[in-house]
């Protein structure tokens, strides 16, 4: 199963589809080299910051192993409500990555020699021809 990986540098997130079974058991806040997702990406070091799994479910960096679990919260991390005293039992996978996992987020740590820009040109066109892109006609009123 291919991993839908999303790797941020300085405000700017790219995508990367990777098949790579060397990032089974890695764990969140772990540092990987980026060789290990797509040979492009040599000389980059990689921290995985979180993830989730095929059913949603994010990977928890307190949470040990890689099964659910149903864990209380209080304020902060995936609460949405902040009444006084509030808690709520959340669902969350554990941190390590697994076959179930299939979105991971990363962050650049130490960059390559060759810039994001140029690894992956594609996703900077997207954007591009989008905004240039003329307005669709509007349709005609209804009398």
């Known amino acids: 199963m291919a991993f839908k990986i999303n790797i941020s540098e300085k405000g ?8 790579s079974e060397d ?12 060789k ?3 040979p492009e990406l040599d000389g980059y070091e990689l921290e995985i910051t979180g993830g989730s799994d095929i059913a949603g479910f994010p990977l928890y960096e307190k949470v040990e ?6 864990v209380l919260f209080k304020k902060g991390w995936g609460m949405k409500d902040s009444r006084k005293g509030l808690r709520l039992r959340k669902t969350v996978r554990g941190k390590q990555i697994s076959s179930s996992t299939s979105q991971i987020n990363m962050k650049v740590v130490k960059a390559g020699s060759k810039p994001l820009a140029e690894i ?8 591009e021809t989008a ?7 509007e349709a ?3 009398a």
Request: glycine letters at 8%; charged letters at 30%; zero cysteines.
């Open 65 to 70: 192993g890689l099964g659910l679990k149903r």
């Open 120 to 127: 992956f040109p594609e996703q900077n066109k997207a954007k």
């Open 131 to 137: 905004a240039a892109s003329p307005a669709p006609a």
């Open 12 to 19: 700017k997130a790219w995508k990367v589809e990777s098949e």
């Open 23 to 34: 990032l089974f058991g890695k764990s969140v806040r772990e540092t990987i080299q980026g």
């Open 36 to 38: 290990e997702i797509k």
């Open 140 to 142: 005609p009123a209804a």
